[in-house]
C-alpha cells in the first residue's frame, strides 16, 4: 500500500543510499521522516519514497506526447487555474529547503507564467484534456510542467499568420512582444520567463511541436533544436542548482 509506513533500512534500499545519508536528508528536510514509537525511530511513507524515484520530466514528456489523452495521475493534476496556483503555494515551502528565499521567488513565478499561459491560451479550446501537468523532481531538482493545448504555432498564428513551424514560434514567442489585443501591449510573459534564467542559476528546457529551446543562466543565445518527440501542447522543465 503506498501509505504504508516502512523502516529507514528498506528506504535506504529502495533508495540506493547508506543509512545515515538518510538521516542526513531528514535533517536537512531533503526527505522528512515520520518518529514512531517511545525512541523515536524513523520511518518513512512508501508514497513519499515512491515519489522521490519518479523521474517527473519523462512522466509529464509521455503524458502530453501521447497520441491518446487522458487525465495524468491525480498528484500531478491541475485541472483548474485555482488548483494550480494552491500546489503553486506548496511549491514555495518545498523549495525553502533545497534553494535560497530569492530563488524561490523566481523559481515559483517562472512556473506560475509558464502554467498560466496555459490555461490562458487554451481557455474554452482544448482538443482533449483540460488543465496542465505540474509537478516537481527534487532528487533532479526540477519544476516539471506540461499542457496537451493547442501549442505555441497555433496560438501565435492567430496573430501572426506568416508563421509556419513550431521552431519559428517558440523563437518568436520567447523573443517578440506581440498581441491579439491591439493596441495593447501584452505578450511579456515567456520574454519575462527568459529574463529570469538567463540572469540566475537556473536552466529551462521548453518544447512545443516538434521544436525544443533550452536556456541557461548567462546566455542570452535563443538555441532551437528538433524535440526528442512531438509534444502536443507545451512541456517545460526548469532546473535549479540545490544551495541549501
Known amino acids: 500500500m503506498p501509505n ?9 534500499r529502495q533508495l540506493s543510499i547508506s543509512i545515515d545519508s538518510l538521516r542526513r536528508w531528514d535533517k536537512t528536510h531533503r526527505l522528512a521522516s515520520i518518529r514512531s514509537g517511545p525512541r523515536g525511530h524513523r520511518y518513512y511513507r512508501q508514497s513519499d519514497i515512491d515519489l522521490y524515484l519518479r523521474n517527473e520530466s519523462s512522466l509529464a514528456q509521455q503524458w502530453s506526447a501521447s497520441p491518446v489523452g487522458t487525465a495524468p495521475a491525480s498528484y500531478a493534476y491541475c485541472q483548474t487555474r485555482d488548483e494550480f496556483q494552491a500546489r503553486l503555494e506548496n511549491l514555495q515551502t518545498v523549495l525553502k529547503h533545497k534553494v535560497p528565499l530569492s530563488a524561490v521567488s523566481l523559481l515559483c513565478a517562472v512556473a506560475g507564467e509558464i502554467g498560466n499561459n496555459s490555461f490562458d491560451h487554451n481557455l474554452g479550446n482544448w482538443p482533449d484534456i483540460n488543465g496542465i501537468y505540474f509537478s516537481h523532481d527534487m532528487k533532479n531538482s526540477t519544476i516539471v510542467l506540461a499542457d496537451r ?31 491579439g489585443r491591439r493596441p495593447e501591449a501584452r505578450g511579456n510573459g515567456l520574454k519575462f520567463v527568459r529574463s529570469v534564467i538567463v540572469e540566475n542559476p537556473f536552466t529551462l528546457n521548453f518544447q512545443t511541436g516538434d521544436a525544443n529551446l533550452y536556456l541557461k543562466e548567462y546566455d542570452k543565445t535563443i538555441v532551437v533544436t528538433p524535440g526528442e518527440t512531438y509534444i502536443k501542447g507545451c512541456f517545460a522543465v526548469i532546473g535549479f542548482e540545490d544551495s541549501v
Open 149 to 179: 493545448g493547442q501549442g505555441i504555432l497555433t496560438t501565435l498564428k492567430r496573430v501572426k499568420p506568416e508563421l509556419t513551424s513550431a521552431s519559428e514560434a517558440l523563437r518568436v514567442a520567447f523573443t517578440e512582444t506581440i498581441s
Open 4 to 12: 504504508t509506513l516502512i523502516s529507514i533500512g528498506e528506504a535506504a
